[in-house]
């Protein structure tokens, strides 16, 4: 069955790194694009990241473009997000996602448990 | 980035009731549209995508409808694991952006 274990969440402090991986199990990791999804503390879901099954594409909401980047190692069945420059309001659960496509749209399939990342000084 | 706007914010219902969430987007996504369940603590669970097709194994019960701007989601008689969030989705263009949320109570 399909299982995409998010790690690398915690406490850290404003304008510090950290790299959030997701390990993937269960499906053929490398045939499918990827996503990260955000949602901080009692708010709604934001859509943070894609890349595309090969890595060759991705896509970053402007929130978060220059800070944050997305990227996959298929030899490890692994995604992972690098954030940089860490903001208080970047504190949420996040949640990576498994897309498959229908008439060229993608859906969020599967999704991980979520890791929480808080931001504070 | 196009936005979609959600429909009501919450809403009160009753075991058996039949409930219907609306989605608009702010420009046209043709049938691109999904939907999504959430419950406290939980990841997401995806209920229908392109507008109507039914996720496997989600019950039929849901049903979705709608093209270009407009799009419903039905529950055509609730049951008590349905009281949850709700959220639609555009995957027209990156952004793949989310509805603010519909939080279905019990009455």
């Known amino acids: 069955q399909v299982q995409l274990v998010e790690s690398g969440g915690g406490v850290v402090q404003p304008g510090r790194s950290l790299r959030l991986s997701c390990a993937a199990s269960?499906?053929?990791?490398?045939?499918?694009?990827m996503h990260w999804v955000r949602q901080a503390p009692g708010k709604g879901l934001e859509w943070v990241a894609v890349i595309s099954f090969d890595g060759t594409n991705n896509y970053h909401t402007d929130s978060v473009k220059g800070r944050f980047t997305i990227s996959r190692d298929n030899s490890k069945n692994t995604l992972y997000l690098q954030m940089n420059s860490l903001k208080t309001e970047d504190t949420a659960v996040y949640y990576c996602?498994?897309?498959?496509?229908?008439?060229?749209?993608?859906?969020?399939?599967?999704w991980g448990q979520g890791t929480l990342v808080t931001v504070s000084s | 980035d196009i936005q979609m706007t959600q429909s009501p914010s919450s809403l009160s219902a009753s075991v058996g009731d039949r409930v219907t969430i609306t989605c608009r987007a702010s420009?046209?996504?043709?049938?691109?549209l999904n939907w999504y369940q959430q419950k406290p603590g939980k990841a997401p669970n995806l209920l229908i995508y392109a507008a109507s097709s039914l996720q496997s194994g989600v019950p039929s019960r849901f049903s979705g409808s709608g093209s270009g701007t407009d799009f419903t989601l039905t529950i055509s008689s609730l049951q008590p694991e349905d009281f949850a969030t709700y959220y639609c989705q555009q995957s027209f263009s990156t952004g793949y952006t989310f509805g603010q949320g519909t939080r279905l109570e019990i009455k």
């Open positions: 420009h046209t996504i043709t049938s691109s």
């Open positions: 996602a498994k897309e498959k496509r229908s008439s060229g749209w993608p859906h969020f399939q599967y």
């Open positions: 269960g499906f053929t990791f490398s045939s499918y694009g």
